[in-house]
């Protein structure tokens, strides 16, 4: 089995900046798919950002210049650097783990951790 910690939410002003990290653990050979989702209140979990092992990423559009993803494969760790926060920002942040091989096992259907909340200040 497959367990993501994330880390790193919080509250932050207005065009501030925040580090998310993720953490995967289990015995993991491989993860093709890391990254981030997010979840306003009242609304649907929405793509954020997510790379692949091999570096492609793809980028919510409102967040493209704002927002980075990497991942230390090596460490099955991802990040999310966010940059200029917006109100429009604060939900919870979900990881996303896709295409997981671990102990042998590919995993066809995608894990997700339990949420960081980021909230911003008045």
């Known amino acids: 089995q497959v367990q993501l910690v994330e880390s790193g939410g919080g509250l932050v002003q207005p065009g501030g900046s925040l580090r998310l990290a993720c953490a995967a653990s289990?015995?993991?050979?491989?993860?093709?798919?890391m990254g981030w989702y997010r979840q306003a209140p009242g609304g649907e979990r929405d793509l954020v950002a997510i790379?692949?092992?091999?570096?492609?990423?793809n980028y919510a559009a409102s967040v493209k210049d704002r927002f980075t993803v990497s991942r230390d494969s090596a460490q099955n760790t991802v990040y999310l650097q966010i940059h200029s926060l917006k109100p429009e920002d604060p939900a919870v942040y979900y990881c996303?783990?896709?295409?997981?091989?671990?102990?042998?096992?590919?995993?066809?259907?995608?894990?997700w951790g339990t949420g960081a909340l980021v909230t911003v200040s008045s």
């Open positions: 790379m692949s092992r091999t570096g492609s990423t």
């Open positions: 996303h783990v896709n295409g997981v091989t671990a102990s042998g096992y590919f995993y066809n259907e995608p894990f």
């Open positions: 289990g015995t993991i050979s491989l993860i093709n798919v």
